[in-house]
Nanobody, 117 residues
Framework: QVQLVESGGGLVQAGGSLRLSCAAS????????MGWYRQAPGKQRELVAV???????TYADSAKGRFTIYRDIAKNTVYLQMNSLKPEDTAVYYC???????????WGQGTQVTVSS
């Protein structure tokens, strides 16, 4: 299993920035990829960005050009730098780890991001 602890959410005005952090522990050497997802009220959870163990990144169209996912391998931590935030970015953001040959998944507890207009 992989344990994930998120931090960095909060309230920010439109146009502002936030950085989310996700610290991983446990079976970290079996991680295939880590990603950020978000879920707004009344909506399904959606992918925001993913980074693979090889460092390849993938972004949702809504995140391209504004968000950056990166990692600090020494700290077993993945970050999501969010710039030019919009009210529609308001959601609970969840960290996800895909690990093992069976592509198991574990999730963090979520962190609230609220962008005011």
């Amino acid at each position: 299993q992989v344990q994930l602890v998120e931090s960095g959410g909060g309230l920010v005005q439109a146009g502002g920035s936030l950085r989310l952090s996700c610290a991983a522990s446990g079976s970290i050497f079996s991680i295939n990829a880590m990603g950020w997802y978000r879920q707004a009220p009344g909506k399904q959870r959606e992918l925001v960005a993913v980074i693979t163990s090889g460092g390849r990144t993938t972004y949702a169209d809504s995140a391209k050009g504004r968000f950056t996912i990166y990692r600090d391998i020494a700290k077993n931590t993945v970050y999501l730098q969010m710039n030019s935030l919009k009210p529609e970015d308001t959601a609970v953001y969840y960290c996800n780890a895909d690990y093992g040959l069976g592509h198991h998944e574990d999730w963090g507890q979520g962190t609230q991001v609220t962008v005011s207009s």
